[in-house]
């Protein structure tokens, strides 16, 4: 095991703005996105790429999976360089891709992998131990030179070799230094934990452990589990996150429990006599660049920046528009993992009309599509804006009615029909990067497309896309009917009964996502993507909290300049009470939430979430954090550190810059 390489993380007061595409802007060159020192840079005339090939997909591929075996799943992963085909693009990307177990059972063949994307899902149960050996093949970041920008500042491209200068690691420098975070899991944040301020360089390795909880103890004496659910696993080198899991680093973790969880008992990727079948949906977000013929993953720069040429698009288990077959009637359960990096999901279901549907395959014709509507083509045109969300709304009025029944990783009461009716605020449907939701889908015989509606926030719109085909025909399946109602899990009960203990508050905190703006910025001044008025540092702690704390909190969303965050919190879950002041309209225990905003203002938004959190089982360090992971890279991120006393001292010992 090699020892914990801990660089210098000071945050930077980089010169950023923000793009058309609400990505940021900055004023300085970053070392940039794809990895190999053999990559052909680009010139000064981007070509567009053509756009993702929407013609369906072969069926839908299931990732390969392995599963624990006597209370032990031991595998070794190794990280490389690898060439993918998704769509009609093929590229270079950094993937899991060699796969050992040591101990468990797989879905393939004498104990060794080799894949891409996405990884490989990892299947336990509580009690369960992972023991995750990561092996990082990747290229030394001294030596592997990144390709030239393309496309930036009106088409000029500039080099992009890396060095951070005096900002010690800038976004996209040191990319091929890499780490694993358990997104979702209630797990010791500790080494050889949870730990996202290790890092791994190239050529090096380290053995994580999570224990997943059984039978820990609850504030009112009881025992419970870690709750069944959806999780997945990527990434978390702060500045160099949103370069590796764009590039497609992730993986589900999929916990099951038979005996306390409603829905592992009636669904299964391999389902027994009496149970459904469910299929899991890895929803990756790539954004390519094409220069001089040569089609790459876009560079640190790309992103960030008003780049010319680039594309970003949606696909599944790295297919775009795969084929998910069903019968009528037939009800099947579909984990959907957000995995992407920056743009929001709106997901409903729509049926392709009889007419469009190619009787000899049951797809739909050539040259069909959902859409009558596109991305404004102006930023912050009221009409415009105006005439997307109403075809928008229109489309969704055509969806076929489905339900929900977990939001990252936690069951619901009772099955939530969707489209919602009576949503508080677009957060409680709308599904963020590192989001998750349960779907219980069932059709009537025809053709179907699962999409995403787009979203259109003025400086910044993503595109409709469909997602998925899904082709329902043959006898009729009523063998499993849709739950009336659900069971809970142990680990996050409600607060209902203020004097349950572990119901009453010990402490309420309030904090501020904000995009600061340097007086008298412009397209080279500086915008700072702050939390509490200050960027990342991993020598500051920024909530101190003691263990076995109930704790309320309010998080505000202001900002001189607009811009979406979707909030994340390692560890532990939390229950939504507020959304703007008012109550949302379902329940909703989530780790992973955009924050409100208040309509929409050519001036900016602004908005309210409220939530309570249990602080249990786990002290140590761990991070908040806006998971639009470019955001993040910036610095809108802070330390949580959890004691048994709430003394806390930093957990480096590193000086921090003033606030911007």
């Known amino acids: 095991m090699h020892d914990e390489n801990r660089h210098d993380k000071r945050s930077s007061g980089l010169a950023i703005s923000l793009d058309r595409r609400g990505f940021l802007r900055l004023g300085a060159t970053l070392g940039a996105g794809l990895l190999l020192p053999d990559t052909l840079g680009c010139g000064d005339d981007p070509v567009l790429p053509p756009p993702p090939n929407l013609a369906v997909a072969p069926e839908l ?28 693009y093929t590229f270079m990307t950094r993937a899991y891709t060699d796969v050992t177990v040591k101990q468990g059972t797989a879905s393939f063949e004498n104990g060794a992998y080799s894949g891409a994307i996405p990884g490989p899902t990892l299947l336990v ?3 369960d ?7 990082n093949n990747l290229p ?4 592997a030179n990144d390709p030239a920008d393309c496309g930036i500042m009106g088409g000029s491209s500039s080099s992009s070799s890396g060095g951070g200068g005096a900002h010690g690691h800038l976004p996209g420098h040191s990319n091929n230094t890499t780490n694993l975070h358990v997104h979702g899991l209630h797990v010791d944040p500790g080494p050889p934990g949870d730990d996202v301020l290790l890092e791994i360089p190239p050529g090096g390795s380290y053995i994580f452990v999570f224990d997943i909880p059984e039978g820990v103890g609850m504030p009112d004496g009881t ?5 069944a659910g959806t999780y997945w696993y990527h990434p978390h080198v702060h500045r160099s996150t949103a370069i590796q899991v764009f590039g497609g680093m992730a993986g589900a973790i999929l916990i099951r429990d038979e005996a306390n969880d409603d829905l592992d008992k009636l669904f299964s990727p391999d389902p027994q006599p009496g149970q459904g079948k469910e299929q899991l949906l890895v929803l990756g977000e790539f954004m390519l660049q094409t220069c001089n013929g040569t089609t790459r993953l876009a560079t640190y720069n790309e992103i960030v920046t008003d780049a010319a040429g680039t594309v970003d698009f949606f696909h599944i288990n790295g297919q775009v528009n795969p084929i998910l077959r069903m019968r009528p009637s037939e009800v099947q359960r579909h984990r959907l993992i957000h995995a992407g990096f920056h743009l929001p999901v709106d997901v409903v279901y729509v049926r392709v009309p009889d007419d469009q549907v190619d009787p000899a395959t049951s797809l739909p014709k050539a040259g069909y599509t959902p859409f009558d509507y596109d991305c404004p083509a102006k930023k912050f045109d009221p009409a415009e804006h105006a005439a ?15 339900v929900q029944v977990a939001t990252d990783g936690v069951t619901y009461a009772e099955p939530l029909p969707m489209p919602m009716a009576n949503a508080v605020s677009e957060v409680e449907y709308l599904v963020g990067p590192g989001a998750r939701v349960d779907i219980l889908a069932r059709f009537d015989a025809g053709t179907y497309q699962m999409v995403t509606l787009g979203y259109d926030l003025g400086f910044a719109c993503s595109t409709p896309q469909v997602l998925a085909t899904i082709v329902v025909e043959g006898e009729p399946d009523t ?15 409600s607060f209902d009964d203020p004097m349950k203990p572990g119901n009453q508050i010990t402490n309420t905190r309030t904090l501020e996502f904000k995009v600061a703006v340097d007086p008298g910025a412009d397209s080279t001044a500086g915008y700072h993507f702050t939390i509490d008025g200050k960027e990342f540092c991993e020598g500051r702690v920024d909530q101190c909290v ?31 009470t507020s959304i703007n002041g008012k109550a949302p309209a379902h329940p909703m225990w989530r780790d992973t939430i955009f924050l409100p905003k208040e309509g929409y203002d050519m001036n900016g938004f602004a908005g309210t979430l409220t939530f309570r959190s249990r602080f249990l089982h786990y002290t140590g360090s761990y991070v908040l954090h806006c998971h639009m992971l470019q955001h993040e890279d910036i610095g809108m991120m802070q330390i949580v550190q959890v004691e048994a006393d709430a003394a806390c001292t930093p957990p480096v010992v590193m000086m921090c810059p003033p606030p911007p």
């Not at 999976?65 to 009609?88: H, K, M, N, P, Y």
């Not at 309010?554 to 879950?573: C, D, G, K, R, Y």
């Open 140 to 143: 030394d970041d001294g030596s």
């Open 546 to 576: 003691a263990l076995g704390a109930v704790e309320e909190w309010t998080i505000n969303n202001v900002q001189e300049m607009a811009s979406l965050h979707p909030f994340h919190i390692h560890v532990n879950s939390f229950l939504v």
């Open 223 to 227: 025992l419970a589990n870690h709750p």
């Open 125 to 127: 149960q509580p009690g």
């Open 129 to 135: 131990t992972i023991r995750f050996t990561l092996i």
């Open 479 to 493: 063998s499993i009917q849709i739950p009336t109602s659900m069971k809970t899990p142990a680990l996050y009960p």
């Open 61 to 88: 591929f299931q990732p390969a999976w392995v599963r624990s075996q006597g209370r032990l799943l031991d595998i070794e992963v190794t990280i490389t360089a690898t060439q993918v085909t998704v769509g009609s």
């Open 388 to 402: 997307f969300e109403a075809a928008k709304n229109a489309l969704r009025a055509q969806s076929v009615p489905y």
